[in-house]
């Protein structure tokens, strides 16, 4: 399956929600530590190699984006100095980014597109902040200031245009209703600082969380003493983790100890597939809406590959 | 071969910048040591010129993902690798802008568990959308149980609050952690950590990267492989004015943006598409929404409007943020204007990080003191844009260009600075000194005798009925009475050496910028002045004398390395020719010109061989084969 060579380090892989054979990669000079960054616009050819649609330079590494869920040609990109950038594949590139929005005081860490209410966004960011945006406003709608510290990530629910959570390095998982003026819930979902979360596509009260402990946790909201699960077998953090678009009890993560592995949350045996076809930390991985089955990943190793769930990613 | 003559530091191109290809390695073996458990060494690094920025972005990110690399390690550990990467870099730890949060706050659990056991008894008030996701799928379609909910919700979140104020009164005591750790235990720590890696078995680690260059920087064998430049923030011309609508009048550009979106998707772009779909949809799905607005809250975002109108979130703008916006839409608009009536001709890069700092002039001038002209470039730009008659803003940023090898873009900078204050002796003298780079002699006598018209010293050597029809000799007359005048002027004696390389008088030029030198013995750019002049002048044993104290002086000035290359050619010493050509490409590989140079050289010396390597533009070849 195809192969992409960026020049800097993956951070970030996502399909686009209106085009099969299309996807962006976030990236950042060494390891997003120090340099500039790059968004690379991909696109996949049956058969043939991936090409490059499209590509925007950074002042800083590019740590996360996201599709937008209302236009086929909109994108928002997290940048590490803290900026927030929309940028049009529709428009020259001269005319990019269309919007940068400055308003975190630290690295902007994630970015999620709210998938119901389909002009608006979430930032989380290491200044312990979320913000609110929506595409027509030239600043934020509201921030969530609660954690104590860098919030890694936050993820819409996919039901509700109101609702969402945000992990934490504070060690927590908040899930946020936009109308209150508070969290509505806090989850002391890990032990250590946890990365990554996301929602249950088929179940809006499932949420599943990674952590620096090397575990994916999943919870159920209604009855959050307990973790419904609780899925071993990375042996560094776990950086990302997602819920499958197309089957509830599945999903995928990723790891600083350079796999991608897939799970069933719901059977004994959880891990249902491990690929290490990464050399460095695996830091982005995606699951394609459009075509069940596909994967995407990305890592410090500057490779995004592209995958059918049960092939070798390396395959030629 | 011709000598770039070097008037001014001619730099090829944006030569100036930390050494990547060193920087990257060293934040590998930073990166991968977690997995060995190997201590990292702090080996001593050449000057890789660092900015401040910079250095807050190495010490503040690294030690926040150190705690996810780390995450079996002990703190005492974390902190030992990060000291080490730091101080390897010259990095002050002192300023922690970010502490490490080391474990979860124990506290807080208590907190945690209290509270859950106090709001045991009920349906958890305190989670109230959970208790309504709930009852939500059993009487969907029921919107008063929601409001219900809502109601008592707003009710009971006394709770909450008092969580977050326990819990923000934790995190200010909680210390920082471990930064004053004794290093000895640190050491002590990572020595016993070291063995851990004989124990890791998985191939993979033991192939990475990261972990054959910790190897071998554990060895010793640490070296400057191909000092790469920092690809700083796309200065390629052209864009100026649209990243700087985004960055300084963002809604103009957006509302273009919008207006031509709007267009190429007809009349039913997405913000029609949406609202569209919403109404479509809103009824059956959106419940939540309906309910909501039964409350008088239609929508958040004009409950937040209510909010801010209210005060509720402490902010002062009460008015809608729109007229806000349409105000300063207008402002900006007018001002754009404004510069454009006047000389436009600049053209401002296109991501500017320095944009929005306090004191850009201050980090300008810093970056410019290390050399690092390209950064200091952005960071005038980012005064300039910040305080458009600041002539010494103007002035710097002309000064770096010029350095930095772009007397286009100097004189530009040069002549808004010369509108802002039309007498500033300094300015005048660049622009002397550019245009005559620039081959454009008019011009460059003009301001020369501007100059002199303006010193204070010089001022009435100068008739006034001159300056409408200046001749080189002329001016080059006045400035040799000048130069009797005050013998000790080393400036009267630089603009002398600039005007005779004008006339190609080669002689007299190196006889001044001597003089001058005597003067300024640790001007750098005189020497490579100096220098260009000798070579141009069939001097190249001398020429090479004189590149050789500009290095020493500024030994990251990859201009004067390339000299010394053509200075060597231009006596058929090709061999060493090729070395000072392949440390200057080290420095920048970008310099094409230099590549070409090389071509020459490995072809008159006979090394076929390496022409290939030279080709595929292979450092790494070539720097192994021709070591300086």
């Given at each position: 399956m195809p192969v992409f060579k960026a020049p800097f380090n993956g951070y970030a892989v996502k399909f686009s929600p209106f085009f099969e054979q299309r996807l962006a990669v976030a990236t950042s000079q060494n390891f997003g530590i120090l340099g500039n960054g790059r968004l690379h616009v991909l696109d996949l050819s049956p058969a043939g190699p991936i090409s490059e649609f499209a590509a925007f330079d950074t002042a800083d590494g590019v740590y996360d984006l996201a599709w937008s869920e209302s236009h086929d040609s909109l994108l928002v990109a997290a940048v590490a100095d803290g900026s927030v950038k929309l940028y049009d594949l529709s428009l020259p590139p001269t005319a990019n980014p269309v919007r940068s929005l400055h308003e975190h005081t630290r690295e902007t860490h994630s970015v999620d597109y709210n998938p119901v209410r389909r002009d608006s966004f979430i930032t989380s960011s290491w200044d312990d902040t979320i913000k609110l945006w929506t595409i027509d406003r030239p600043t934020s709608v509201r921030t969530f200031k609660e954690h104590a510290y860098c919030v890694y990530s936050s993820a819409w629910n996919p039901r509700h245009a109101d609702v969402f959570a945000s992990a934490s390095g504070d060690c927590t998982v908040r899930v946020w209703d936009v109308?209150?003026?508070?969290?509505t819930m806090i989850l002391p979902a890990h032990e250590f600082e946890i990365l990554s979360c996301d929602w249950n596509k088929y179940d809006d009260c499932v949420i599943a969380t990674a952590s620096v402990d090397k575990t994916i946790k999943v919870w159920d909201v209604r009855s959050f003493r307990v973790p419904v699960a609780v899925l071993n077998g990375h042996s560094y953090a776990v950086r990302k983790v997602k819920f499958s678009p197309h089957r509830g009890s599945l999903i995928t993560s990723c790891s600083y100890d350079m796999t991608v592995c897939l799970w069933d949350y719901m059977v004994e045996d959880a891990l249902i597939g491990r690929y290490d076809h990464h050399t460095e930390f695996a830091v982005g991985v995606d699951m394609s809406v459009l075509v069940e089955g596909l994967l995407a990943s990305t890592g410090w190793d500057e490779l995004v590959y592209v995958w059918q769930h049960g092939t070798d990613p390396r395959a030629p | 071969m011709v000598h770039p003559i070097g008037v001014n530091t001619r730099s090829q191109s944006d030569l100036e910048g930390p050494p990547q290809r060193v920087l990257s390695s060293f934040l590998h073996s930073f990166v991968n040591s977690g997995r060995g458990g190997i201590p990292l060494h702090p080996t001593p690094l050449p000057v890789l010129g660092l900015s401040e920025g910079d250095k807050k972005c190495i010490r503040d990110r690294s030690s926040i993902m150190a705690r996810h690399f780390f995450a079996d390690k002990s703190e005492d550990f974390i902190n030992s690798q990060v000291n080490a990467l730091l101080s390897s870099l010259d990095i002050?730890?002192?300023?922690?802008a970010r502490g490490p949060l080391p474990g979860r706050f124990r506290e807080l659990d208590e907190y945690w568990n209290e509270s859950q056991g106090m709001l045991k008894p009920g349906p958890l008030p305190a989670d109230g959308w959970v208790a309504e996701y709930a009852q939500h799928r059993v009487q969907h379609g029921d919107p008063n149980a929601w409001a219900q909910l809502f109601e008592r919700q707003h009710g009971a979140n006394g709770w909450a609050s008092e969580f977050e104020h326990e819990q923000s009164q934790i995190a200010s005591l909680n210390p920082m952690g471990g930064a004053n750790i004794s290093n000895l235990a640190a050491m002590e720590q990572t020595r016993m950590l070291a063995h851990t890696l004989a124990q890791n078995n998985d191939p993979k680690f033991q192939n990475s990267k990261f972990l054959q260059f910790v190897s071998k920087m554990s060895r010793g064998e640490i070296f400057i492989e191909d000092n790469q430049v920092k690809p700083t923030a796309v200065s390629a011309p052209g864009d100026w004015a649209t990243e700087y609508q985004q960055q300084h009048d963002g809604g103009h550009a957006w509302a273009d943006q919008f207006v031509q979106d709007k267009l190429s998707h007809g009349p039913g772009g997405w913000v029609n598409e949406f609202a569209a779909e919403r109404e479509l949809h809103g009824s059956i799905e959106d419940q939540w929404v309906n309910e909501f607005s039964k409350l008088n809250v239609q929508d958040w975002a004009d409950e937040f409007g209510r909010q801010v109108g209210e005060g509720a979130l402490g902010e002062s703008s009460t008015d809608n943020w729109a007229n806000a916006y349409d105000d300063y839409l207008n402002e900006q608009v007018a001002s754009k204007q404004r510069s454009d009536t006047s000389r436009g001709v600049y053209e401002f890069s296109d991501m500017n990080p320095y944009v929005g700092r306090p004191n850009p002039l201050k980090e300008g001038q810093e970056l410019f003191r290390k050399g690092l002209l390209s950064e200091a470039v952005l960071a005038f730009e980012a005064e300039v844009l910040k305080n458009p008659d600041n002539a010494e803003g103007w002035r710097l940023l002309g000064m770096a260009h010029a350095e930095n090898d772009d007397d286009q873009q100097a004189i530009a900078a040069m002549m808004r600075a010369q509108e802002v204050d039309p007498t500033n002796l300094e300015v005048l003298l660049a622009l002397g000194v550019s245009h005559t780079n620039e081959l454009e002699q008019p011009a460059a006598l003009k301001y020369l005798y501007s100059w002199l018209r303006h010193h204070p010293k010089y001022g009435t050597l100068a008739q006034p009925e001159m300056s409408d029809s200046l001749y080189y000799a002329d001016v080059a007359r006045l400035f040799n009475d000048a130069a009797q005048m005050s013998p000790e002027d080393a400036d009267v004696h630089i603009v002398l050496g600039v005007l005779f390389n004008l006339s190609r008088d080669y002689d007299k030029a190196i006889a001044s910028f001597k003089t001058a030198l005597a003067l300024k013995p640790r001007d750098y750019s005189l020497w490579n002045k100096l220098g260009a002049t000798q070579a141009n002048s069939v001097q190249s044993a001398d020429a090479i004398e004189a590149y050789q104290q500009a290095l020493d002086l500024k030994p990251n000035y990859v201009r004067a390395w390339a000299n010394m290359g053509i200075s060597y050619a231009n006596q058929g010493m090709y061999e060493e020719s090729i070395r000072y050509y392949v440390r200057a490409l080290a420095m920048n590989p970008k310099a094409d010109n230099a590549w070409q140079y090389l071509r020459i050289s490995l072809s008159c010396a006979s090394r076929d061989d390496m022409v290939k390597a030279c080709d595929s533009r292979n450092l790494d070849i070539l720097q192994k084969e021709f070591p300086l």
């Open positions: 109308r209150e003026p508070g969290s | 002050d730890n002192d300023i922690r």
